[in-house]
T-cell receptor, first 111, second 115 residues
Framework: ELKVEQNPLFLSMQEGKNYTIYCNYS?????LYWYRQDPGKSLESLFV?????AVKQEGRLMASLDTKARLSTLHITAAVHDLSATYFC???????????FGRGTSLIVHP | GAGVSQTPSNKVTEKGKYVELRCDPI?????LYWYRQSLGQGPEFLIY????????DSGLPNDRFFAVRPEGSVSTLKIQRTERGDSAVYLC?????????????FGPGTRLLVL
């Protein structure tokens, strides 16, 4: 059974600081996703990572994938309040397009 | 273009009643997914359609849950004899199957409360 673990589950940080969210998964997979969810809202896609060593960046967020370690990271650079949200990683079951989600990391950025 | 839409946005029902939740995917998307999200958790997979057929229904918790997609577009999730534990946000997502870079596009969800 595929398990996806994120840490930390809660993160409080100051504006301007850097931090990394980690996503570990238990079995081989072809595809990893990062999503953002604002309170009371639905999920918004951030990144799709397909191969070992893949790195994608959008604004202050950068995601990377190490398939050998079964690890993805979401790095936040110089955080701003607008980044406050819950971030989920999700991993497709091998050979399928059905993702298993982590529990999410709730991020609060303080001024 | 229009995103994924779901109706109703909120549904309050009594224990034992029957409910239907509707999902209208992005036009042209062949893949459609239903998830359930409880407070503080990530979305939990329920069922996946490819076209009209349920390609994987392994996430449905029991036989009270059923979903259809008769014409390969709109889908309805049906819950019989609702229980308080069914209370959650039900999310629908769609995508273009087979495109590696393709992600799932989520609807706003239906918040179901069973009293």
């Amino acid at each position: 059974e595929l398990k996806v673990e994120q840490n930390p589950l809660f993160l409080s940080m100051q504006e301007g600081k850097n931090y990394t969210i980690y996503c570990n998964y238990s079995t081989t997979s072809d595809r990893l996703y990062w999503y953002r969810q604002d309170p009371g809202k639905s999920l918004e896609s951030l990144f799709v990572l397909l191969s070992n060593g893949a790195v994608k960046q959008e604004g202050r967020l950068m995601a990377s994938l190490d398939t050998k370690a079964r690890l993805s990271t979401l790095h936040i650079t110089a955080a701003v309040h607008d980044l406050s949200a819950t971030y989920f990683c999700a991993v497709d079951k091998g050979g399928s397009y059905i993702p298993t989600f982590g529990r999410g990391t709730s991020l609060i950025v303080h001024p | 273009g229009a995103g994924v839409s779901q109706t109703p946005s909120n549904k309050v029902t009594e224990k034992g009643k029957y409910v239907e939740l509707r999902c209208d995917p992005i036009s042209g998307h062949t893949a459609l997914y239903w998830y359930r999200q409880s407070l503080g958790q990530g979305p939990e997979f329920l069922i996946y359609f490819q076209g009209t057929g349920a390609a994987d229904d392994s996430g449905l918790p029991n036989d009270r849950f059923f979903a259809v997609r008769p014409e390969g577009s709109v889908s309805t999730l049906k819950i019989q004899r609702t229980e308080r534990g069914d209370s959650a946000v039900y999310l629908c997502a769609s995508s273009s199957y087979g495109q590696d870079e393709e992600t799932q596009y989520f609807g706003p969800g239906t918040r179901l409360l069973v009293l």
